[in-house]
């Protein structure tokens, strides 16, 4: 070999080492111990990770437009399937009280504001982010999205409108929240042709909180509204034990009948002997 | 005219276009169920619309990588210069050239519809107008892609700027939106100069934001709000546009 090539292949190979020893540098950091201290001048790649987030930063309104490239049906369905994975992904799964509600929140009023329609988003909150494990902190966000989806096509959407009443009452035990949410539902058209439970679920709170009087107006008002001909008997046999069951027992438990305030329509109510006898409530 | 037209199948033919833009919209269909499949509720919603635009994404880029490579090809093997020996007017060439070229890309949105009716056919009228919309949006980014790729020299280049033509255009109707909301007083400010410039393209570009919404697959066409005749108004306008400017290009090259 001549000298020339030997200097030449010893001047690569010390090129080599100088840029693998560079790249480790890089890779490793520059630190020393003074004293049992450590002292930092320089923090290596390695310690640069990647962030893995729970739930992604929430656009604007107008970002999400731009982005969709006028498409916002795919840009909406694309988040939407997002909703549904985000915080579970490269093998991590993420406890949903571990979620930020309040930004999940942001993106389920963003979403909806492009497809109102659609109960995709909507589907995912009421049956997958309502389970929280920290119903206290979390829930409200649920049971606010459920009322404010529903309430865009109320005649349509009842559903949800009943998934807010029940989230409130039993997740939030927020009475107050869960009737405020019952009496949309109860308020709602009466030609629409939905259960009559959803007209009756007042009165279940009602009867819950220990207001009789609310309760037994209550189913009143649903007999005198629907009973001619959308009140089957089987509904009928169950208004009749709900009166004389389950209110009776609460006013004997409580002022007894007798002094129980209620209207006199109320009072005749609880009086009638058998289900059939409840017709004779009917507004004509 | 005829000549020509044959002559852009069977390059489509030779240069695997058919079976690669299949293929590509068989991967986009299979994956875009797939995603379907996973989700709690409304799966064939979340199905047709990735797959509709997955399919509008392979189309557009299909034809425009085809298109601007063929024509610079064409160029550079002396095949325009064979063609045009033949009696056929410069003008008459582009046409055809183009028509060639809207023949090959109705046969593939042809294939795209029926791979939609099949999986997720439930809603003829919006599929129909989605396919009318797509058909009349790939004609005139062909248009665009014969125009550019007929001025530029470099296939890079015009494939580079059909690109951009297609996604300024099609957010053109949210820039013309920002810039309505957003109106800057001071002359000549970044902002000003900016504002005009928008304002300039949203005139000059097309909005192909109007075209093939995946809502209609889904929602079918309102067609008390939706406007359905400017996509047809549009094309009717730009079309022409497109080929008389490569027409008037291409009469003024020297071989």
Redesign the interface.
Known sequence: MKPSAKKSGNLTTAILLFLLTAQFLVWNGVSFYKKDVKKTYFSGIRDIKPELEIVPNVPSK?IL??IS??????TF??N??MM?FIGDTFGRVTPLKDYNYEKLYRWWLLLDDI?S????IT??VG??WSATQNPERDIPYVVNFLEQHADKHPSEKWWWYSQAAYNAKFKMHDSERALEIAKKLADLPKDLDIPIWTRQLQAFFYEDKGEYKQACDIILNVIQDFGDDKISQGEMNFMYSFIQERLRTMINKGPGLDNADISPECRAMMEVQKAQDLKKFYKK | MLTTIRYVLLTALRDWLFLGILLALFAAGFVSHF?GS?????SN??SS??T??SS?LVLVIGMIVFVCFHVRRAFENKEIDLMLSRPISRVEFVISYWLGFAVVATIVLGAIGLFIIILYGYNYTGLSFWILTMWLEILIVLAFAVFSSIILKSSVSAVLLCFGFY?IS??I??FS??LEKNQSGEMLSFDFISQKIIWVASFLLPR????????WL??GVDFTTTAWYMPVLQAAIYIPLLITIAAIDFKKKQF
């Open positions: 107008e437009k731009a490239f006028g498409d916002e049906q795919l369905r694309y939407g399937y549904q497809d329609e659609s109960n995709l589907y995912v049956y997958y | 995603m996973t989700v709690l509720v409304e919603e979340i619309s990735f509709a635009g509008r996604s099609r957010m109707g949210f939106y920002v192909l934001d109007i075209f093939c919404q995946s809502k889904i929602y």
